[in-house]
């Protein structure tokens, strides 16, 4: 009989997670080329962009991009991860530029700049016993793969998918060992453009393109999890999903069906992830919905071959569903899409309800769907902050945040039996946001010094919660006083 785990287990990977865009600025140095994610604009028309709703093909003078500066991670690498080890991470998850590796995703052969700028951030966190946890996909890629294939729509990109994987997992074989192939790859539904590079404004059907675009992404993750295991042996590939659970908002058994469909359509993507094939109730949903799926010879082997070896997942909400109409107008933010407010929750400063119980419903609903480890990839509070006169910042909402989060999150692994491989929380250091583009939506337990315009030193300071995640993590989670 094997031994019931009491605790977190030794080696639970603690740490923080950032993404490309959002975090490294540098975003034209180096033969780095244009990312979708480097159109993004701050301000109104930034929603409608990431929607695909509204087309952009270049950056213009009217409009200012946060992620081309970020924060500036590009030049700071080597204080930002010192600030991490400090705290003492275990793992740090970041994501590949792909347009700094191939910059227009047409070249047979990588930058070696880009690539390079990798080596030197994976050589500084293994001075620390870091491990990073890469995501190969994070909402990027080239823009003259959009002009060419018109992004995910067309086959082709699972081979410029295929051979970014080969270039990244040849050159760091020696020094990454978990993956993600695509991150929250549930956001297509959602954030078309930002998740893949998909502009629906004239789509006569965006769903069956969407689901187009889905299929090629899930083909090239298979084909990116099988390709991992022949290169570096032992690697352990994960695939991700905007997590957060959907309650039914009555007992009402038209709610609760309600719910799971709603629940259902959201776990599609991951389900042929882990499971290796199409689920049932999203053939017939497409079969109702007169969409076919472009299957080629070999596309269901191929997708039997390259299943995950564990499930990762961001959780900032739970999430509600109502067969009403009325209850359903009612709608609260929630992590990009709006969902029916739930009345027993109260909500951060921008409308995501929180809720630290649900972390726990969704770690039991995942591993009891797929049976294999998880990893918390993303969790946290977004707020803002107020720099005391002496600098300091009182950041206990965060603290208090994540306290109730891991709190049930080691109730779920000690009382429920779920393996957990680790947690990293979202923006440990200061970053730019991805639905608004906001700085002052922070997530850090590092403060970076720059206001929604862009202005400040970028200089990184330590608030409480640096000093109270620092206490976590030495403790393995016994203290989260
Ligand atoms: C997730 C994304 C991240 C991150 C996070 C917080 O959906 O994977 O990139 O940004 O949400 O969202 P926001 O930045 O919009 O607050």
Redesign the pocket.
């Known amino acids: 009989m094997t031994k019931m785990q009491t605790r977190l287990p030794e080696g639970f990977l603690w740490g923080g997670a950032t993404?490309a865009n959002?975090f490294e600025g540098g975003w034209d140095e180096a033969g780095k080329g244009l990312g979708l994610i480097d159109l993004l604009p701050y301000g109104e028309d930034r929603m409608p962009i990431a929607k695909g709703e509204m087309t952009v093909k270049a950056c213009d003078d009217a409009h200012r991009y946060p992620g081309h500066r970020a924060v500036d991670f590009y030049h700071r690498y080597k204080e930002d991860i010192a600030l991490m080890a400090e705290m003492g991470f275990k793992c740090f998850r970041l994501s590949l530029s792909w347009p700094r590796i191939f910059p227009t995703g047409l070249e047979d052969e990588p930058n070696e700049e880009g690539l390079a700028f990798y080596d030197k951030v994976f050589d500084e966190c293994a001075k620390y016993g870091i491990e990073p946890l890469v995501t190969i996909c994070?909402?990027d890629l080239p823009v003259r793969l959009l002009e060419e294939f018109d992004g995910w729509k067309d086959r082709r990109m699972i081979d410029a998918f295929e051979k970014y994987c080969r270039a990244i997992f040849t050159r760091y074989k020696d020094k990454v060992k978990y993956w993600i192939t695509f991150?929250?790859i549930n956001?297509l539904n959602h954030l078309p453009f930002t998740s893949c590079g998909l502009t629906v404004e004239n789509e006569e059907n965006p769903a069956a393109v969407k689901y187009l675009c889905a299929h090629h992404e899930l083909l090239a993750s298979a084909k990116a999890v099988k390709l991992a295991h022949e290169i570096i042996p032992g690697s352990q590939v994960g695939c991700m999903l905007?997590g957060g659970g959907f309650y039914p908002y009555t007992c009402s058994p038209e709610d609760v069906w309600k719910a799971k469909q709603t629940e259902r359509d959201n776990f599609f993507f991951i389900d042929v992830q882990s499971r290796g094939a199409y689920p049932n109730f999203a053939l017939k949903k497409l079969e109702r919905e007169g969409i076919k799926i472009d299957w080629q010879p070999g596309d269901r082997e191929t997708l039997a071959e390259g299943t995950v070896d564990f499930v990762s997942f961001?959780y900032y909400c739970s999430r509600c569903d109502s067969a009403d109409p009325e209850v359903s107008a009612k709608r609260a933010a929630a992590?990009?899409y709006r969902t029916v407010r739930n009345p027993y929750l109260k909500a951060s400063e921008w409308g995501w309800q929180i809720d630290p119980l649900g972390l726990r419903v969704a770690m039991n609903d995942l591993y009891d769907r797929y049976q294999k480890p998880l990893f918390i990839v993303?969790n946290g509070l977004?707020a803002k902050d107020t720099v005391n006169a002496d600098g300091s910042i009182d950041d206990d909402y965060r603290i208090d945040y994540m306290r109730a989060h891991i709190s049930n999150m080691i109730d779920a692994v000690a009382e429920d039996g779920v393996p957990l491989l680790g947690y990293t929380v979202?923006g440990p250091i200061d970053l730019v946001?991805?639905?608004?583009g906001e700085m002052s939506?922070r997530y850090g337990m590092i403060y970076v010094d720059q206001d929604d315009q862009g202005n400040g030193t970028l200089e990184r300071s330590r608030k409480k919660s640096f000093y109270w995640y620092k206490k976590v993590i030495e403790t393995n989670g016994e203290d989260l006083a």
């Open positions: 993404a959002q994070h909402f991150n929250e956001m905007a961001s992590n990009a993303e977004g979202w946001s991805a639905s608004t939506k």
